[in-house]
């Protein structure tokens, strides 16, 4: 590993670790105050297409940012500045459009991802996507200006950026509490539509700080700025659409298990709390040992640096499986402690918390894989062969709703279920899990076609000794506090995680060294 990776790793792991606590808190104030009731339930509705846009394709590792890093990376100041300028703007410009089409569409989209939304469900959701289409132009610089800062090592405020909209959030809840603001009929507007309305002051403040931060840097100005399009612009825009098209596919996926949940009263909730569980160290996780690589494995490509490219990507599956199994065994291991200690309070019930937990063990099984065809694809984009992830994706859409189908007992209007069984809101998960682990099976294997030859046959080796290594230390710390389950105390909860934590970190510790997987050294041969 060299100092490159070694200088960000810390600077972007604090950054976004700070970003997850200040999530972490938001979901505390959200759950005590919504718990999984109708508002939340009908938010998780109505955020879904501008979060797409906010979250998946302007996010950090997004298309935008994605695009932005493979192309202006090896520009000089000018020309970058000169490029990123133009594309933010045409990209604005066609954010906003999309924007006023939402905005005008919102009850009938809403019907379409809600099908069996209660009426009043509906209602609110609705009310709360017309606040939220303004985030809709605002994601297009965000993500733009996301990959601009990487692209110049400035990681830090990037990572940091999204911590901004979850304090707005719990500012807006704590107001609420202080000016005593209950969910009555005087007061229905306001305490719908509060997530929402704190959700894009958030985006805006988010927009303000990375507007100033790219300025700072100058690489912005509108000076002299065409309309043509440069060759730079048009590669960015080749990268973009494709991988924006397969971002877009696979929320298609979130549709159609929004769509199956929907008959399931606060699945969407629980749905969003155990996620959040997972995608807060998972983020970590993501921006720590990918971020970094991107540029990387772009300057590789190239250079023609094949080898080199090689090596630093098996490394990196290597790490991606190692922590992930980790917080997989973790989270199953303390699935009951870590749902009560952060949610039960408020609004959030037994009821809440028996549901979350059953969804938490099932989405910590599909941590590894959903790391690992993350980065699987983001080395694709930094390579510019967007076209395997996009075909997969059309392929796990079709996937995704036959698994749906089959794990919820594949239901028939007027014949009911075919099957004797039905998992529920948690066949939903594990219908992505397996869709996830295909997708890496696929794209692993391809990449030999781009000249870069992965030792599978001893990642598979060592991926199978660090599954083994996970099983064995949930097992040996449930068997440790599988008597305490009932007790519900939170002093006694943390007491359990923060034992559990150091104990089970032990075990994993000394079974992966002792089985040799938490170090990678091979000799990578060309075939």
């Not at 990776?5 to 959200?30: D, E, M, Y």
């Not at 002299?224 to 048009?234: A, L, T, V």
């Not at 796990?396 to 794990?407: A, S």
Request: aromatic share 14%; net charge positive; charged share 10%.
């Amino acid at each position: 590993m060299n100092s490159y990776f070694k200088n960000n790793v810390v600077s972007i792991s604090f950054a976004t670790s700070l970003s997850k606590v200040a999530g972490f808190l938001r979901q505390i104030f959200i759950a005590a105050a919504f718990g999984i009731g109708i508002t939340y339930d009908a938010f998780n509705y109505a955020y879904i297409i501008p979060g797409f846009l906010l979250v998946i394709i302007g996010g950090i590792n997004g298309p935008l940012h994605n695009a932005v890093v493979a192309v202006i990376t090896p520009l000089n100041k000018n020309d970058s500045r000169i490029v990123l300028t133009k594309v933010s703007i045409k990209l604005t410009l066609l954010f906003f459009l999309l924007g006023i089409l939402v905005y005008f569409n919102s009850s009938f989209l809403i019907d379409l991802i809600g099908l069996n939304l209660s009426p009043e469900s509906k209602s609110v959701a609705t009310y709360q996507l017309k606040i939220l289409t303004p985030c809709i132009p605002l994601s297009a610089f965000i993500g733009l200006s996301f990959g601009a800062l990487n692209s110049r090592n400035k990681f830090f405020i990037s990572s940091l950026s999204p911590a901004f909209t979850s304090l707005i959030i719990i500012l807006f809840i704590s107001i609420s509490w202080i000016l005593n603001y209950p969910n009555s009929t005087s007061n229905y507007f306001f305490y719908t539509g509060l997530l929402a309305t704190a959700t894009l002051t958030g985006t805006c403040v988010q927009f303000a700080i990375q507007f100033w931060e790219i300025h700072k840097i100058g690489l912005l100005s509108f000076k002299s700025i065409g309309y043509s399009f440069s060759n730079e612009e048009k590669r960015i825009f080749k990268l973009i659409a494709p991988a924006s098209i397969s971002s877009g596919l696979g929320q298609i996926n979130v549709f159609i298990d929004m769509l199956f949940v929907s008959s399931f009263q606060g699945a969407a909730s629980g749905l969003a709390y155990g996620n959040f569980l997972i995608q807060g160290p998972l983020g970590v996780l993501s921006n720590a040992l990918i971020l970094p690589l991107l540029p990387k494995f772009s300057k590789f490509k190239r250079n023609e640096e094949s080898r080199n490219l090689e090596q630093s990507l098996t490394s990196g599956i290597e790490k991606c499986f190692l922590t992930t199994f980790y917080l997989t065994g973790f989270f199953i291991s303390f699935h009951n402690q870590i749902v009560q200690l952060v949610f039960q309070r408020g609004a959030f019930d037994f009821e809440a918390v028996f549901l979350v937990k059953n969804i938490l063990i099932a989405y910590a099984m599909g941590i590894p894989f959903y790391l690992c065809r993350d980065l699987l694809i983001r080395t694709y984009y930094s390579i510019e062969k967007p076209n395997l992830p996009f075909q997969l994706s059309l392929v796990g859409i079709i996937l995704n709703v036959f698994f749906d189908w089959f794990l919820l007992g594949a239901p028939l209007k007027n014949f009911g279920n075919l099957l004797p069984f039905s998992f529920g809101v948690i066949g939903i998960i594990i219908s992505s899990v397996i869709v996830n682990l295909l997708i890496c099976i696929f794209l692993s294997a391809n990449l030999k076609n781009y000249k870069v030859n992965l030792p599978i046959t001893i990642l598979l080796k060592k991926i199978v000794l660090i599954s083994f290594a996970c099983l064995i230390s949930s097992m040996i710390c449930y068997a440790f506090i599988k008597d305490l389950d009932e007790l519900n105390s939170n002093i006694f909860s943390l007491v359990v995680l923060i034992v559990g934590f150091l104990i089970f970190s032990i075990i994993y510790y000394l079974i992966t060294k002792l089985f040799r997987v938490n170090k990678f050294n091979v000799n990578l041969r060309r075939n």
